[in-house]
T-cell receptor, first 115, second 113 residues
Framework: AQSVTQLDSHVSVSEGTPVLLRCNYS??????LFWYVQHPNKGLQLLLK??????LVKGINGFEAEFKKSETSFHLTKPSAHMSDAAEYFC?????????????FGTGTRLLVSP | DAGVTQSPTHLIKTRGQQVTLRCSPK?????VSWYQQALGQGPQFIFQ???????QRGNFPDRFSGHQFPNYSSELNVNALLLGDSALYLC????????????FGSGTRLTVV
């Protein structure tokens, strides 16, 4: 069975400082891994995805994540936080890279950005 | 190009009632998946429809059922509502043959009282 563990329920940063959201995964297969963002009262937006190509994945809005198989981690980073980054972030795993993916979500990390 | 459209956006139901939620997929997408997101939790997979049939299902009771129409739109039905069914219900569409990846709707917020 697949699962993801998001190590922090809340992360607080100041605007302009780096962001690190941590995620560990468990999968019996070569996983596909994703980060999604959810702003209040909005749906889920894909930030980036890893599907067994380059281990360093660049996404939208300056976010990137590195797949580390030896550490079973897929941490999300951004060099400089912006106020608009405040939202809920979900690390997600799937054992498929097909049109029939079933996504398994973590419990989420709420990112708070202060001026 | 419209994304995934869900209706209604909010609704309130009483315990024991039945509810139907609707989803129109992104243009060209043929597969629809439904997720339940309880307050403070990550979304959980309910089921997935392709070619008007349920293709795979998560760990949800039979009170949760669905349907996909020939135009690929979908409905989620929940019978005998419980207080614990209160959640945000998300619909996601995708291509069965690629490129792979979901487009999510904004969800339907269901409150059971």
């Amino acid at each position: 069975a697949q699962s993801v563990t998001q190590l922090d329920s809340h992360v607080s940063v100041s605007e302009g400082t780096p962001v690190l959201l941590r995620c560990n995964y468990s999968s019996s297969y070569s996983p596909s891994l994703f980060w999604y963002v959810q702003h209040p009262n909005k749906g889920l937006q894909l930030l980036l995805k890893y599907t067994s190509a380059a281990t360093l994945v660049k996404g939208i809005n300056g976010f990137e994540a590195e797949f580390k198989k030896s550490e079973t981690s897929f941490h999300l980073t951004k060099p400089s936080a912006h106020m608009s980054d405040a939202a809920e972030y979900f690390c997600v795993v799937s054992d498929q890279n097909t049109g029939f993916q079933k996504l398994v979500f973590g419990t989420g990390t709420r990112l708070l950005v202060s001026p | 190009d419209a994304g995934v459209t869900q209706s209604p956006t909010h609704l309130i139901k009483t315990r024991g009632q039945q509810v139907t939620l609707r989803c129109s997929p992104k243009s060209g997408h043929d597969t629809v998946s439904w997720y339940q997101q309880a307050l403070g939790q990550g979304p959980q997979f309910i089921f997935q429809y392709y070619e008007e049939e349920e293709r795979q299902r998560g760990n949800f009771p039979d009170r949760f059922s669905g349907h996909q129409f020939p135009n690929y739109s979908s409905e989620l039905n929940v019978n005998a509502l419980l207080l614990g069914d209160s959640a945000l219900y998300l619909c996601a569409s995708s291509y069965s043959t690629g490129p792979y990846g979901y487009t999510f709707g904004s969800g339907t917020r269901l409150t059971v009282v």
